[in-house]
């Protein structure tokens, strides 16, 4: 299979597969107790007049059909609708706070990747007493959680050290960088331990293969085989971890953004949840599948080439 029909086949499942979604994401608001009319209201009192407009408005007295069709009608042009809690438009609400998650995200994974790749990389070809440094380091990592490495980093350099701000988000892109450094670090630290355990065990699988001794035994300077032969051949199993760690970050930078009172889309999630603003519930959940889903996909349309090895398709079986 060439690489064009691969990614244009990828690219057909990856809509199918958000089709799907977004009919789950718009049916949930029905599964939970309550009608949605009762959602929109929040708990409070209504006179029928008041009943059938917003019936009327969010085309409640339609059949479920016609509700979602109208509804994805209204996403694919970008419109996700009106808040209930902050009486805007949800896509003005997005537009204001995706920023943060994205520059926070964009950091943590900087973060990951300088840090988890070295780590990793040292462990694999020194060993001794720097590779039992970097395993002791990495398990206290991975046994961390977002939401305690939050807690105990603004409680130490927040509040006790007052090197980095306790929240918010600040004004213009330095004091941003300045304010997200914290919540960045806390994103990142099980992950970093994480990419660094894959990276040492992928170098090491390679390092005992045939080539790599033969390349040694030709006379080929330590750091090209290192380069050249173990660490480009262990980046296949390197990339597919990205993805996962990708996706980690945009789950839990609802916890991460919480604790650091970070205005973005994850403390939007949160509180929307809390006080059951569906619609912008909706946009973002639908959003998150969909950036899942599109890193999923770059994962996979990178995986051949960094790899070649890898199938672009389902192999035929001898006959």
């Not at 929109?40 to 409640?60: D, F, K, V």
């Not at 806390?186 to 992950?191: K, N, P, R, S, T």
Request: no cysteine; charged share 10%.
């Amino acid at each position: 299979m060439s690489f064009l029909r691969f990614a244009l086949r990828r690219l057909a499942e990856m809509a199918a597969t958000l089709f799907g979604a977004s009919f789950v994401i718009f049916g949930a608001v029905y599964l939970a107790p309550g009608s949605p009319a009762s959602f929109l209201l929040a708990g409070r009192s209504a006179s029928p007049e008041a009943l059938r407009a917003i019936n009327a408005q969010y085309h409640l007295d339609e059949p479920f059909a016609v509700q979602y069709l109208h509804w994805l009608g209204q996403v694919v042009q970008g419109d996700f609708g009106r808040s209930i809690t902050y009486r805007t438009d949800v896509s003005r609400l997005l537009a204001d706070r995706l920023p943060s998650t994205l520059l926070l995200i964009s950091m943590a994974l900087l973060l990951v990747l300088a840090a988890g790749l070295l780590l990793g990389w040292i462990g694999a070809v020194r060993g001794g007493a720097a590779d039992s440094t970097i395993l002791v380091t990495t398990t206290f990592a991975i046994g961390t959680p977002s939401f305690v490495a939050a807690v105990l980093l603004q409680g130490l350099f927040a509040v006790k050290l007052h090197w980095f701000p306790t929240g918010g988000t600040g004004e213009g892109l330095g004091q941003m960088l300045w304010h997200l450094t914290l919540p960045a670090v806390a994103l990142a630290l099980y992950l970093i331990g994480m990419l660094a355990r894959v990276t040492r065990a992928a170098m090491l699988e390679v390092l005992g293969q045939e080539h790599v001794t033969v390349a040694r035994s030709r006379g080929v300077a330590a750091h090209l085989v290192v380069r050249r032969h173990v660490f480009r051949n262990a980046l296949g199993t390197v990339l597919t971890t990205g993805g996962l760690i990708v996706s980690t970050l945009l789950v839990t930078t609802v916890l991460v953004e919480s604790a650091f009172s970070v205005g973005g889309i994850g403390q939007l999630l949160e509180l929307s949840t809390t006080t059951k603003d569906f619609p912008t519930v909706q946009a973002i959940s639908l959003i998150m599948v969909a950036l899942f889903m599109t890193v999923n996909l770059l994962v996979d349309l990178l995986h051949p080439l960094v790899d070649p090895r890898v199938a672009l398709g389902p192999r035929k079986q001898a006959a």
